[in-house]
């Protein structure tokens, strides 16, 4: 059966421009005012209605509900979220250490194969765990998978052989796959599209704020080495598994379910307050309900040719993140010539710097309405970034260039997920096309593990080259897509047609 709805019936949807242009319609997401704009001034009416009392104090209550909603479901996405990439930097800060030599990882590609048999196991359970969030809840299923994941890694500290350790990166892979689609997922079930890339950049701030202290955490835990019989790499994964074992119990009660259930989370929103989020959602693009689940519901949107090109967005991307989420510490300790402690502390501070860009970037993108220019900056910003990286001589000018890859990368992600989150509609459609970005991104990370070869130091030409050249294509991609969606839209408003078979939508670029 479908989900029950305790929202009352919502208002149907705007049907014309003009009503699209209306002052008080926040919900509807425009994304190209300056076309409303030159079809219809706002009447007299609307002018009228800027001032009254009773709709100011809505504006106020809105507000506020977004607030909650924000510290609520973004804080805890962006601390799921970080686990994933915190589980690279542990992997990352070990790599340094005599991890590698304790384990066999240092013999030919054994440690590149710790790292994308994880994406493997990850990539095949993707769909599955993002369709099992809508079906067994978010609470319920983020809590198991996180908690699984943290034993998994405990697990990890106490490993023997290289053996051992792939075929605990399987079971990783597989508890971790449904984290990042299912949450993107839920975030663009709660807000309208004019206000989805400023939570994923919430989400990823929080990501990266607990990725660069754990580079911090990592480094005084590797300080411990021979205390209790273990090495210092080993402490790594044992505290992180018991905090993140921790975090898994904590997120049942902390998660939220999904608008039209509102009702079933813990201490969240009041009746009211839960029909005003489902009001919004259904008035912005209309659904806001999914239908009962089967499989060729969701398989059917493998026939729409945007959702492949959104996933090989993803794929893009992935090349350049997974790349310098492994080795910076690599980078640093064999290109730019630091020790092993200096290489672990050095790698926080980007992911710091990224924060600024992130939040920035997709508070313009939100305020503005735009989506694929503000990809093109970000991804033009790393193509400068891997060049200083690549090309520079000077130790701190190829250090500065860390920060600019990182900082354009992390903002990348965030602009991306709302790009593809903005363009389609349906929940089944939302959960295909989340874990199949994911999935495309996965299969990034399995190239990106492979494109810094230490022998290359300390220029590393194949990761430079390949990461340029995979942003120009990028770029390309993002260009064909938007000039697509423009005459689309363009289109739809002379022949009043229906786009993603959805009455008053409008495609997002």
Known sequence: MSPSITAPASPPLPKTSSQRTHVKDKANFNPDPSEDAAVSEPDED???????????????????????????????????????????????????????????????????????????????????????????????WFAGITFAFGVITLCTGFVRTWQQMIVLRILLGAAMSGIFPGLAYLISTWYPRREQQLRFAFMQSGEVIVLATGSLVNYGLNRLDG?????????????????TAAIGIVT????????????????????DEASIVSKRIQTDRG??????????????????????????????????????????????????????????????????YAVVPVLVSSWYADKFRVRAPMITFNALCLITGFAVLGFAHNSGARYFGVFLATGAYVGNWAALTAYQANNVVGQWKRVFTAAACTMFNGAGGIAGSFIVRNFEAPTYPTAVWLSIGSHILMISVVAALSVHFYFANRSQSRRSGILEKTEGFRFTY
């Open 46 to 140: 609307a002018v009228i209605a800027v001032s009254d009392p009773a709709l100011d104090s809505d504006d106020a209550l809105e507000r506020r509900i977004r607030r909650k909603v924000d510290l609520r479901l973004c804080t805890i996405a962006g601390i799921l979220c970080s686990l994933n990439l915190l589980d690279s930097g542990v992997l990352s800060s070990a790599s340094v250490t005599s991890m590698l030599s304790d384990l066999g990882l240092d013999h030919g590609n054994r440690f590149s194969v710790s790292i994308f048999i994880f994406t493997i196991s990850s990539i095949v359970f993707q769909l599955p765990s993002t369709i099992a969030v809508r079906v067994l809840g978010p609470r319920i």
């Open 227 to 243: 205390r209790g019989g273990l090495e210092g790499w080993r402490w790594m994964f044992v505290v992180q598994g018991l905090c």
């Open 252 to 271: 049942y009660w902390w998660m939220v379910d999904f608008p039209e259930n509102s009702h079933k989370s813990f201490r969240f929103l009041s009746p």
């Open 287 to 352: 659904d806001l309900v999914a239908q009962e689940f089967a499989i060729k519901r969701v398989l059917v949107h493998a026939k729409d040719p945007k959702v492949w090109a959104f996933a090989s967005l993803f794929f893009m991307q992935n090349i350049v993140s997974t790349a310098l989420a492994y080795f910076v510490p690599i980078i640093l300790q064999n290109g730019l010539g630091y020790s092993s402690d200096a290489a672990i502390i050095l790698s926080a501070p980007p992911y710091y």
